[in-house]
């Protein structure tokens, strides 16, 4: 079963980033320069090609996935514990573009903070405590 899941997983990644891509070739998001009868492609996030995200910022969609999850929580809850983030790349001058799926980073970061979140909420019913403790979460 693991290997017909990720078998569909990469089929489906693969088939989003061919229509995507068609997508952006086709519906506005080409110019040509007519003098130099060239064709160049450019989007409206340049950094996006296709489903890709060159130079991904993490830490943009691991807040969004923060809010997203808090949000949950609250609903569920009544309230939520805080996340601190630490983004050990920005001490790093010269790290590394990274090139990622931004939907799929976001889901994979929202799921796993609203399990801990659920967990440390949970977790903290038992015990009797009410605060609301911080959840640190680093990236690298």
């Known amino acids: 079963i693991d290997e017909f ?4 997983l990469a089929l489906r990644v693969l088939s989003g980033h061919l229509v995507t ?4 070739a086709m519906f506005g998001k080409i110019t040509s320069d007519e003098n130099a009868m060239t064709q160049t492609t450019t989007t409206i996030d340049s950094n996006l ?4 995200e060159q130079n991904c910022d993490v830490t943009r969609y691991v807040r969004n996935a923060i809010a997203d999850s808090k949000t949950d ?3 569920m809850f ?3 514990p805080n996340v601190v ?3 050990k790349r920005k001490t790093h001058a010269n790290s590394p573009p ?3 799926i931004p939907e799929h980073l976001h889901h994979m970061v929202f799921e796993l903070l609203k399990n801990s979140m659920r967990a440390v909420i949970e977790c903290q019913q038992e015990n009797g405590d009410q605060s609301s ?3 640190q979460n680093s990236i690298d």
């Open 73 to 75: 929580c609250v609903r």
């Open 21 to 24: 891509m068609y997508e952006q």
């Open 85 to 87: 983030v630490y983004d």
């Open 98 to 100: 990274f090139t990622y």
């Open 5 to 8: 899941a990720s078998q569909r």
């Open 133 to 135: 403790p911080d959840e």
């Open 78 to 80: 009544d309230r939520a």
């Open 49 to 52: 090609s296709g489903l890709f």
